[in-house]
C-alpha cells in the first residue's frame, strides 16, 4: 500500500489530549489556541491514542522519508564512484596486459564479455539494484 504524505493537509494539528471517560469510551480534545477552536469528541478508547498521536506519526512518516530519499541519492553517488574506479581499474589491468601480451589476454576476453551485456555508451563495470 502506498499513502501520499503530501495529501494530508488542513487537519487540526496535535497536541490532542483524552480523557477517560464512564462509558469506557475516550474523550478527545483539542484546546483552543489563536488558529483553531475546542475540538471535543467521544470515540473508543483504542481510537483515541492513534488519534492522539496521528500528527506526531505523520511528521514522522515525512522526516522518514525525506531521510530514505537523502540515503538513496547518497548511495547512488558512492555507487558510481564505486564503479568509476573500477572502470579505471579494469582500463588499467587492460592496459598492462596488452604491453605483456597484445590484445588478446584475458582482461580485453572479461571485458569484451562485460561490454557485450551493457547498453552502448554505457561505461558501467557494475549495475547496483537502487
Known amino acids: 500500500m ?3 504524505l503530501d ?3 488542513g487537519f487540526t494539528p496535535g497536541p490532542w489530549k ?3 471517560c464512564i462509558s469506557g469510551g475516550m474523550l478527545l480534545l483539542r484546546e483552543e489556541n489563536k488558529d483553531y477552536q475546542t475540538h471535543v469528541q467521544i470515540v473508543p478508547s483504542t481510537d ?3 488519534i492522539a498521536a496521528a500528527p506526531d506519526l505523520l511528521a514522522l ?9 537523502r540515503l538513496r541519492a547518497e548511495l547512488a553517488a558512492v555507487r558510481a564512484a564505486e564503479n568509476e574506479a573500477c572502470a579505471k581499474i ?3 589491468w587492460a592496459t598492462n596486459e596488452q604491453r605483456q601480451y597484445g590484445n588478446g589476454g584475458p582482461a580485453a576476453a572479461i571485458r569484451a564479455r562485460m561490454e557485450a551485456k551493457q547498453p552502448s555508451g ?3 563495470i557494475f549495475h547496483h539494484p537502487v
Open 122 to 124: 554505457d561505461k558501467t
Open 2 to 4: 502506498t499513502i501520499d
Open 48 to 50: 483515541a491514542t492513534l
Open 7 to 9: 495529501s494530508f493537509t
Open 18 to 20: 483524552f480523557i477517560q
Open 90 to 92: 579494469a582500463d588499467e
Open 61 to 69: 512518516a515525512k522526516e522518514q522519508r525525506d531521510e530514505i530519499a
